[in-house]
């Protein structure tokens, strides 16, 4: 497969669900990572807020000390009327006084808070410090403080408590309480006493209530909804997009005529069949099936009931193939199929009776099929094993199926053809001429060959037939055989039977104007140029260019010329002869409708074909067919020509019976120009 194809399947295949999902998975993180900081950032602010509220009573404490400071006992007695426990200690940080447990420890650092920018000192309390400082700042060790809640708070919430007051007594750093003040966590602040000769340091209780957690949970909830809310939205246009894609593809490997697979999908399907590792040891078979006649089937009925008729045909073929094997509908009435196959005669096998099955497709109808076929065999290594088929082209293998399809004939029996290395050899020649026809044309490299005609009775020259060759100086001599049926079927057969009467007219007029006494040449025009309606004027105006008289020019049809459009080949014919030119029809005999043709067309000459006088001739058959053929010309006053004449006795019958000219190797073979022109002087 092109490398072009392949980045079509990879576009459709490969479309933006993965797209989707990857944003689908970043946009989750992103509002993970949102919600936590909200959490975080919510949760800090009221943590400041507390503890600026916090550091206002360890102020009040600070003067209340301050103007006491005379009095030590009085000042520490004032102190311990407060709710808060601390310690004051001295430089050397030996503790002087203190209230409650002390559970301040050695981790500290000064802090500004976003509400205060005042340098504050705190310590982490050493048994809930869930609060503590870090970068100049408050932290909260939220993933420790979140466990605590699920596992310490709610055993303890559990417990039947009575009201309290925050204000209370605090027996422990950190309490739950079930009214007002639900969560309460500890940080000890220092300041300064004494001018700085000792410190106080105070249990600070940054208290949430109720309505904090509530205002958070609402917080929490209306975010929770907003990220619920997107990531359905993107899980459905994942789904949709999925099933978006699913279809494409379907719609992309889908033949809309049989409803079966199509041909992208032969060859997506084919070439992964047969590069994979399991078939490695298998053989295949590439096939192109071909439904003859089936246009002529839609002219008699309908294109619908052709396409109908093309669906049951597909059915059929799949309905006796395995699930690795594969048949698409590839153009109007070609079909692609790739099957397994063990031995040759298996496969013949397995063919005819497939076109036994479906020429019995219709009832009313035997249909008649053709099928090129190709095989793949494994590739064996070294070792004698099996390998891999990492580099087949499926486009290329088919290919060489197609091109066996093309040299079955036309008939109304099926039948195939397998594909050898003569094939590629064709296919290449063909290439060259058709790559060459045109430098050679206009490079005179087409040589004119003439062929005498003689009267058997007489040995006298009376015309001759003009022939091509091909004299190429790349390829050396190459005989008609090899190019003229390429150019019949690539049309340019047309230009070469222009050349032809263009040079042959141009041969006699110099021969004329040498004073030599020409004779009739005939030139060969193809069945492909007699579709023009204007042939005649066309060889009329050629020979005219060339100024020789229209009587030297014989224009030779070919029998099957016949079996085409009869009125438009008897108006040209006419034609001609009131131009004044003779025509002549070839090789008759080879087909079946010859007398027939002889009845309509008005023909000057009739040249006998040359297998007439080749093989057996039991029972004198041959010799009495050829006599009554001259008869019945010379009845039409039509010249009876002979072609393939070789030896004396077929001239002494041929003279007796009154054939007009004789051309054949028994008096000349085919000669260039100049040695026909020692013939007409002699």
């Not at 399991?278 to 192109?288: M, P, R």
């Not at 002549?584 to 006088?613: H, I, R, T």
Request: a negative charge; charged letters at 30%; hydrophobic letters at 40%.
């Amino acid at each position: 497969m092109s490398d072009n194809k392949k980045k079509r399947f990879k576009k459709i295949k490969g479309n933006n669900l993965w797209i989707t999902i990857i944003a689908f998975v970043l946009i989750a993180v992103v509002f993970e990572n949102l919600f936590v900081f909200t959490v975080k950032s919510f949760s800090l602010y009221i943590v400041e807020s507390r503890f600026i509220s916090e550091y206002d009573i360890v102020n009040v404490m600070t003067n209340m000390y301050d103007n006491n400071s005379d009095d030590a006992d009085k000042a520490y007695k004032m102190l311990d009327e407060g709710n808060r426990d601390y310690i004051v200690c001295d430089k050397s940080g030996k503790i002087l006084h203190s209230k409650g447990e002390n559970t301040c420890s050695d981790e500290g650092a000064l802090i500004r808070t976003s509400q205060s920018k005042e340098e504050i000192q705190v310590y982490k309390d050493s048994e809930r410090g869930y609060v503590y400082p870090e970068d100049d700042k408050l932290a909260l060790d939220f993933l420790s403080f979140r466990d605590w809640i699920s596992e310490d708070v709610v055993d303890e919430s559990s417990i039947t408590m009575e009201a309290h007051e925050m204000d209370d007594d605090i027996e422990s750093g950190i309490s739950f309480v079930q009214d007002s003040e639900l969560i309460s966590l500890p940080i000890w602040i220092a300041v300064d006493l004494d001018g700085g000769e000792k410190v106080l340091k105070v249990k600070a209780l940054l208290n949430s209530n109720a309505g904090d957690i509530i205002l958070l949970v609402e917080i929490v909830g209306i975010m929770a909804i907003i990220v619920v809310a997107i990531l359905i939205y993107m899980l459905v246009k994942a789904i949709m997009s999925f099933v978006r894609q699913r279809r494409l593809i379907r719609l992309f490997y889908t033949d809309p005529v049989t409803g079966g697979s199509n041909w992208m999908w032969y060859l997506y399907k084919g070439e992964r069949t047969l590069r994979k590792r399991s078939s490695a040891g298998k053989s295949f078979a590439l096939i192109d099936l071909t439904f003859v006649n089936y246009r002529n089937f839609c002219v008699c009925h309908s294109v619908s009931e052709g396409e109908e008729l093309l669906k049951r045909v597909y059915n059929l073929i799949i309905s006796d193939m395995n699930k690795k094997e594969i048949c698409a509908h590839i153009s109007s009435a070609n079909f692609a199929i790739l099957i397994g196959f063990d031995n040759e005669e298996e496969l013949k096998y397995r063919i005819n009776n497939m076109f036994r099955r479906l020429e019995k497709t219709d009832e009313h109808h035997k249909l008649c099929f053709q099928a090129g076929i190709t095989y793949v065999v494994p590739v064996i290594n070294s070792k004698g094993k099996a390998v891999r088929r990492k580099y087949i082209n499926i486009e290329e293998e088919y290919n060489k199926a197609c091109t066996a399809s093309a040299t079955l004939t036309d008939s109304m029996e099926s039948q195939f053809a397998f594909f050898d290395d003569r094939l590629i050899e064709e296919q290449k020649w063909m290439d060259i001429v058709h790559e060459n026809q045109e430098r050679a044309l206009a490079n005179e490299e087409f040589v004119v060959y003439y062929q005498p005609k003689y009267d058997p009775v007489t040995n006298e020259l009376k015309g001759a037939e003009a022939l091509i060759r091909w004299v190429s100086p790349i390829f050396g001599f190459v005989s008609p055989g090899k190019f003229i049926p390429l150019f019949e079927k690539n049309g340019f057969i047309t230009e070469i039977d222009h050349y032809m009467i263009t040079h042959v007219a141009r041969d006699q007029k110099m021969w004329l104007d040498k004073g030599m006494k020409c004779v009739p040449v005939s030139v060969n025009v193809s069945r492909a140029h007699f579709i023009e309606s204007e042939l005649a004027e066309q060889i009329r105006d050629m020979v005219d260019a060339e100024g020789i008289p229209h009587d030297l020019i014989e224009i030779e049809l070919t029998e099957s010329a016949f079996f085409d459009d009869k009125n438009a080949m008897i108006e040209t014919i006419n034609r001609l002869k009131g131009y004044g030119f003779s025509v002549s029809m070839d090789d008759f005999g080879s087909g079946y409708s010859s007398l027939n043709s002889l009845k309509d067309m008005p023909l000057d000459v009739l040249k006998l074909d040359a297998e007439f006088f080749r093989g057996k001739n039991e029972d004198n058959r041959g010799e009495i067919i050829v006599s009554e053929a001259i008869r019945l010309a010379r009845s039409l006053n039509m010249r009876t020509v002979a072609e393939g004449v070789e030896i004396k006795e077929q001239v002494d019958f041929l003279a007796s019976e009154g054939c007009d000219m004789i051309q054949g190797f028994y008096f000349a073979k085919p000669m260039p120009k100049e040695e026909f022109e020692g013939r007409m002087k002699s």
